[in-house]
């Protein structure tokens, strides 16, 4: 393992069973019977430069490592092993679809994370690492941040299935835009957490698998924990958009139906008039001959003559069950 030198990472620690030290960029220390976590932004150019520099990084794990999209993976090499995992910040105002990647490349005796944005689960795993309860290798290291980002999935997953809840519950008694376009964005957000949360389901059944070929049982059951609450969010998110493909359905029916209605009143009107227009219409030309056309009494008979048309109609419409 090569000795820390160049840019300044966003943390440097030595970490032991029963220790733990934050250390300076350049600082030199005996790191006997513990390991080195370096944890870099890597959109910094310096983080780059300090890849690069490194022998022991293959280029093919540098690529990856700064690649500008990735979705969760884990690849085996002859130096270690890659690891890609996505996470949420559970911060007002974000989506919940936003997804932030952690780039993880493990060798003998050292661990290199990176990022682009801060993530709030690392920096709560550092804060309990530094009250003292400290991994005892890198492999629960590892874990430990693949269940730290598995956790805050889970908190974006319950509030995205209260607003389905919110949206199944108005569906009932509405059908307004809105309330569409709510279904229609929790279903987006539904269908990008699934793109990443289905390989990272198979990027952590890797990670047992390893494991297991460390023969580290208790390590390992701690990551079958986090392996099964994702594999539990991969199978929530397909109910949910199961149940969002339910609600969705019932509200295209509800407008159907809707719509469906107000043409049949449109066309009731128009049956209704159209016997009445053609008898006025046919009266009302201009041209000689005309029936009564002189008699005072034809306008009021004219329109008793349509009152009792306009009720035979109305009669022969219920009897034909028109009126629903």
Same mark, same amino acid.
């Given at each position: ?23 300076a960029p350049d ?52 130096? %270690? ?10 911060k007002p105002g ?37 009250? %003292? ?20 999935? %889970? ?128 009266? %009302? ?40």
């Amino acid at each position: 393992m090569a000795q820390t030198t160049g840019p300044d990472p966003v943390h440097r620690f030595a970490v032991g069973s029963d220790s733990f030290e934050e250390l300076a960029p350049d600082e030199i220390v005996d790191f006997a019977g513990r390991f080195e976590w370096l944890h870099f932004d890597w959109t910094r150019p310096e983080a780059r430069k300090f890849l690069e520099s490194d022998p022991e990084i293959d280029p093919l794990v540098m690529k990856a490592l700064l690649a500008p999209e990735t979705r969760p993976r884990f690849n085996s090499f002859a130096g %270690g092993i890659f690891l890609n995992l996505r996470g949420i910040n559970p911060k007002p105002g974000m989506q919940q679809d936003e997804m932030i990647s952690l780039r993880i490349w493990i060798e003998k005796g050292r661990v290199i994370t990176l990022r682009r944005v801060r993530i709030e689960a690392i920096n709560d795993m550092v804060l309990e690492m530094r009250a %003292g309860h400290t991994p005892s290798s890198i492999e629960e290291l590892v874990s430990r941040m693949a269940s730290y980002l598995a956790r805050d999935i %889970g908190e974006s997953l319950i509030t995205l299935n209260e607003e389905l809840d919110q949206v199944e519950e108005l569906a009932i008694g509405e059908t307004d835009e809105d309330l569409r376009s709510r279904l229609a964005e929790a279903r987006r957000q539904s269908i990008v957490l699934r793109r990443y949360l289905a390989p990272q389901r198979d990027a952590l059944q890797r990670w047992l698998e390893t494991l297991q070929e460390r023969n580290l049982p208790d390590v390992r059951e701690y990551a079958r924990e986090t392996h099964d609450a994702v594999l539990r969010y991969v199978e929530d998110l397909d109910a949910f958009r199961d149940r969002a493909g339910i609600i969705q359905d019932e509200l295209l029916t509800r407008l159907s139906d809707k719509l469906n209605r107000n043409m049949f009143v449109l066309a009731m009107l128009s049956v209704f008039f159209l016997p009445l227009t053609f008898v006025t219409g046919l009266l %009302g030309v201009n041209v000689a001959g005309i029936p009564l056309a002189d008699a005072s009494w034809a306008f009021g008979a004219l329109c008793l003559g349509l009152a009792v048309m306009a009720v035979l109609q109305l009669a022969a419409f219920k009897y034909l069950k028109w009126f629903r």
